[in-house]
Structure formats: structure tokens, C-alpha cells
């Protein structure tokens, strides 16, 4: 086993995880945990690499996100940016909705771990297959001429 030299920096394979003091206070004050009784969506997405996974509801109002609970089963990374995701949507139209990124979650976090990167994407590939079901379930718009 080798040993670290004094002034010598650990990379990513040292394994530590340094969460920055927003990820942090998401993770232990997480923003809108909870389910939604008779959401108009929901969905169920998981990352089986880690074994965490993301349950999202949604409800729409006016054309835009009133209401974005989650429960998620996952690390700090996960609950801290489902959390954030939440933030994020709530008040948007669909489409703005829609047009969220996990690199827009990991960018209003003030970055997170490298390796904790993948989880930063559940809620929002939640949120977009949310709003998918919801969309689907709309009868047809009427044809414009």
C-alpha cells in the first residue's frame, strides 16, 4: 500500500467525495420530498449501475409545472439534486420543462463530485418522462388549417 507524501494531491481514486455546502443543505433539507395524491404524471427512473432510483410527480397547471414532489432511494448526490431539480422546474411551461438538463442541476449546485455526476440526471430524466405521460394522456389538439 502506498502512502501519500505530504503536499501531494489525491485524485479521484483516493475515493473521497466533497459535496459543496448547497449540496450539502439539499441533502439535509430536501426541497418538495413527497408524493403528489392524483398527480396528473408520475414516473419511475433508476441508474442500475449505483442501485439509486427517483420516483417523480408532477401536476399542471396552465400549462406549467404547479407542483414536482420526488422520493428518491439514492446517496447524498441523488436526494441533494432531486431536490434542486425541483426548484428548477416548478413554475415552468412544458417545454421549458422539458429543455432542463442534468447539467443545468449541476450547474445551480454549484457542481458536484465527478463521480456522483450521473446521479444529478435521475430527477430530470424523471421529470421528462413525467411530462411525456402527462402529454400523452392529453386528447388531441385540434388541427389548425
Given at each position: 500500500m502506498s502512502q501519500i507524501e505530504e503536499g501531494q494531491e489525491l485524485g479521484d481514486e483516493a475515493?473521497?467525495?466533497?459535496y459543496n455546502e448547497m449540496l450539502i443543505d439539499h441533502f439535509t433539507h430536501p426541497r418538495n420530498?413527497?408524493?403528489i395524491e392524483n398527480p396528473d404524471a408520475m414516473a419511475v427512473v433508476g441508474d442500475p449501475a449505483c442501485g439509486d432510483y427517483v420516483r417523480v410527480y408532477?401536476?399542471?397547471?396552465?400549462?406549467?409545472i404547479s407542483d414536482f414532489k420526488f422520493l428518491t432511494q439514492g446517496c447524498p448526490g441523488a436526494i441533494s439534486t432531486s431536490s434542486i431539480a425541483t426548484e428548477l422546474a416548478i413554475g415552468k411551461t412544458l417545454e421549458e420543462a422539458l429543455m432542463l438538463?442534468?447539467?443545468?442541476?449541476?450547474?445551480?449546485?454549484g457542481g458536484?463530485?465527478?463521480?456522483?455526476a450521473h446521479c444529478s440526471l435521475l430527477a430530470i430524466r424523471?421529470?421528462?418522462?413525467?411530462?411525456?405521460?402527462?402529454?400523452?394522456?392529453?386528447?388531441?389538439?385540434?388541427?389548425?388549417?
Open positions: 475515493g473521497y467525495l466533497i420530498v413527497g408524493e408532477i401536476n399542471v397547471k396552465n400549462g406549467k438538463t442534468d447539467n443545468d442541476v449541476i450547474h445551480a449546485a458536484i463530485p465527478a463521480r456522483k424523471g421529470l421528462h418522462e413525467a411530462i411525456t405521460t402527462y402529454q400523452s394522456s392529453l386528447p388531441p389538439s385540434p388541427q389548425r388549417g
